[in-house]
């Protein structure tokens, strides 16, 4: 009768620390990654009524990492929603809404990413030139 060991002992005890050490290794590098991997980021932007063009940069640190244009036949449209894949940080948003007579009225605001939901920006105050 030959002794063929048994699953009990020293290496098996060896491969359960090695199997919780890499468990734990990839639980710890899935969270740095999450912490930077892009994300999509759900926006909407609410217009006044003969907005006919919006134009917006997403920027980070001075620098623009996206940006969207909008072209509108139908200038009743109220809301314009779309994705935009960013990484988690803060970004200052800058707008640039057209009226009907062509001219453009800039405005900035803050998006910090992640953002849960939807996030709604309203661009109607901003076709409003100050005198």
Do not use: C
């Not at 098996?12 to 740095?32: C, D, E, M, P, Y």
């Not at 935009?84 to 009226?99: D, K, M, N």
């Not at 996030?119 to 030139?129: G, P, Y």
């Amino acid at each position: 009768m030959s002794d063929w060991g048994s699953n009990i002992g020293p290496s098996s005890t060896k491969r359960r620390i090695a199997t919780a050490i890499a468990l734990i290794g990839a639980i710890f590098v899935g969270n740095l990654l999450a912490g930077v991997w892009p994300r999509d980021v759900e926006v909407a932007y609410r217009l006044a009524p003969g907005v006919t063009e919006l134009d917006v940069d997403y920027l980070q640190e001075g620098e623009a990492v996206a940006s969207a244009r909008f072209k509108q036949r139908d200038t009743k449209i109220a809301v314009v929603r779309h994705s935009v894949r960013l990484q988690p940080g803060e970004y200052e948003v800058r707008f640039t809404v057209y009226g009907p007579d062509g001219r453009g009225v800039e405005h900035a605001a803050a998006l910090v990413v992640p953002a849960e939901g939807l996030t709604r920006f309203d661009l109607r105050e901003a076709t409003i030139r100050s005198p």
